[in-house]
């Protein structure tokens, strides 16, 4: 490996300061749990930033050493500002990885490098969830087995309105009867996203043994090790042109190349 | 059939006022030469829409009685209002069928529902193109044989800056030595898009029939019929959830249902 | 419309011979029930093939005049001829659709033309499935709500191997705690393909009034009324090529073009 | 890295036995340079195998030990026993990787692991090729810029016979007026699947030194480093089945669910 790995873990941070049972479970949010066990992995380096840090904490230089992103946001996805949503889907087109969590699904950013509405059925029972690895070589599930069982966990239910993904990852079975396209990757520009559905504020997920070996392994998967930034060039012809009219058949003109361009 | 299909063909309307050459070739714009070739067509009704009317011609009520919408625009991308471009991609999503042709891969609408720059290289030099039909059964390609060639066209080569299409139906040869994606579909939302490389304004290509059959297939194809608008609602179980508490593990709480939320 | 579909309906048709069972719930075979359903529907005509027939009922001749085939099979996979199995794949990849039910899944001809195993999952507990609806503006749901629901199945569960499909359509819940990706589409050569997974023979599903919608708005989706015969063609260039000698670089040799060739 | 690369090259081998002109350009055979050049690279190992071989040098044992098997041949497809074919299509779906070169577009492998012809036009003439690069950070790009342009090669045009990749890599600009999609990607079972176009046996292709990077990639791309059998279990329910009895409906019978399985 050798090359170390930049993660930021972003957190909304809100419900663990406005609401104790959150608290007693993420008492220092959700990104430090994540953060932790990201450094505690070789080749990984994750910081943190958060919604009521300046600029949320996604300033351009912190936003140029990151190489992947990890987003968990729920209740206050309106208070992003459109200006840091803009800087991150560009450093994402250039080839920066994200990784959107849970709730996200309705972040700007998600929706913005989408085009969808993400939307979902929803419905919060504790009741079980079983996702199905469906893509048992992908870098993705790396030590995953058949599935993930989770005791409890909110539900998600199809239809899910996203772009169909490039790979479906994961597809959840939940006991109330509904399914779900959990784990998704598409690619957008130069940068590789991955959606993975687990991850509510009030049950204990990211403290799963599976489910963190996932991320992991999407932080892994999403970094590119590229920065390509965006052109649209007027290029020189490669080949020699041969000199010509342009006949405008029907429209009755007939020009010499030198009139147009 | 039966049914007709209504389409609003929107233009940008500006080169067409500001430069005599393109007056020439366009007199009465654009939008014009497309929506009478739609409207000599079995089937549909074509409307049209310019940037400088009021909500640049694309009101509520206008798009609720789309069906697919023709994008053209060049030189003024900056100048659409983003309230209009968020009706637009709302209504894609809800089914809407979007064709978005040439200079307009840099439009807001385009970019907004693919999620990237849509950056790619371009040259103006007449040059000789050649769009090869990878896709001889889709309904875009009826009437199409193996490639229409364009005598003289404006350059657009790779990399284009989009997500991997659906499917890929044109791809493009030019004289000077590039390729390019020239026809590609995308399903957004419930949406069709159908984007299509050729239609320069100061080269006569709406005038070409085979051009004119392509898009006019693309009206056909990118009509759902349907308006299906979004939603995410909680759910109620299908199944029976069993009494349960949950586990919070490692986090050292046990909780009932009850407790959480 | 217009144009009629002609579609075959191919069974194996032992079950309903051999188990008394099979033959209560499909006294003259499931091809029968299907063909029937079928030719009560506007624009189609369906005739059947099976088994036992001389070439398994699919000669050169009707197979020519197929539209869209329809294959079920289960019990007795290896005894169709290899020869017919590949003119049924010359067929689909010339145009002709193909529908494959349930158990056709470990046909010869579903896994020569998606080239893999195409193993899953099974259980034989009569439970409940319910198949959600992932693509409400395809041609395949039309007039299918949220989801179908089954009351007792065979269970079907992933990972399901098969290529990635160019649309997933529906994903299954059964109640035993499995998923599946229960109808899948793909186009290869010029054919369309939809598998789709209910249809065991101890259960009336194709008595089920919205698997059979399904099953028709197969048939019309998968009709591309085209029949295109392969061929690998020696082309002339299309330009003027550049007189050339071949620059064999490091391996030391310069041929002129007619020494190659 | 750590873990070697074991990689097969297999050849045909006729063309540089029975033409003194491919004789001269591959003395010991096209296999021999490019085992040659793989095992210059760090962590692979490169083995070669022949047509004329028992078993075609592809016994089960020495697919066994093969992480990524590439493959050329031209003269002979059909002289490859099927036996051998089924061995290694077997292996790819189990998660070995394969790269079908140049006229292995028409072998018996690569046609059968993709179901499609494969067909294409072609013609030689030595014209000038470009290869575009559509997928810059995908890792067989690495460290290819913009194209690779080879000055003399067989042309292949579309409209080529291949299911839709999963990413296109390559698309190739012909001098004759052709475009053709050259590097393609697919997954198949387990397996990983690279289609690269360039490699003729009279044009000193595989001593570019681009053409080599992009196989070498693609050999360290193709790698899953797993195994995974092929299997359709019997599985026994994770959740508990409610007792329930099989509700007939229009077919007229119910029946417990004892009397079914």
Chains 1, 2, 3, 4 share one sequence.
């Not at 008492?27 to 943190?48: C, F, W």
């Not at 950013?109 to 199905?132: D, H, Q, V, Y």
């Not at 966990?153 to 509904?178: A, C, H, N």
Request: proline letters at 5%.
């Amino acid at each position: 490996m050798g090359e170390t790995i930049n993660v930021t873990v972003w957190n909304e941070y809100r419900h663990e300061k406005e609401h104790e049972e959150v608290r007693k479970l993420y008492p220092h949010g959700i990104h430090r749990v994540i953060a932790d066990y990201l450094n505690s992995q070789e080749g990984i380096k994750a910081d943190t930033a958060t919604l009521d840090e300046p600029e949320h904490g996604l300033t351009e230089e912190v936003l140029s050493r990151t190489d992947v992103l990890i987003w968990w946001g729920h209740m206050a996805h309106d208070q992003v500002e459109d200006a840091v949503v803009d800087r991150v889907q560009k450093r994402v087109l250039e080839g920066m990885g994200l990784i959107v969590l849970h709730s996200g699904h309705f972040s700007k950013i998600f929706r913005r490098i989408l085009g969808t509405n993400c939307s979902l059925k929803w419905r919060e029972e504790a009741e079980k969830e079983r996702l199905w690895n469906l893509a048992p070589t992908h870098p993705i599930t790396r030590g995953i087995g058949e599935y993930i069982e989770l005791p409890n966990t909110e539900m998600y239910g199809e239809r899910f309105d996203i772009p169909e993904p490039d790979r479906l990852i994961f597809v959840s079975w939940f006991e109330g009867g509904e399914v779900f396209r959990s784990g998704c990757v598409w690619e957008r520009g130069h940068g590789r996203i991955f959606y993975f559905r687990p991850g509510h504020e009030t049950y204990p997920i990211f403290y799963n043994e599976q489910i963190m070996t996932v991320i992991t392994n999407a932080a892994r998967w999403a970094h590119t090790g590229m920065t390509l930034p965006d052109n649209c060039p007027n290029s020189k012809p490669l080949e020699k042109l041969s000199p010509k009219s342009v006949d405008f058949g029907s429209a009755g003109v007939v020009q010499s190349r030198e009139d147009i361009g």
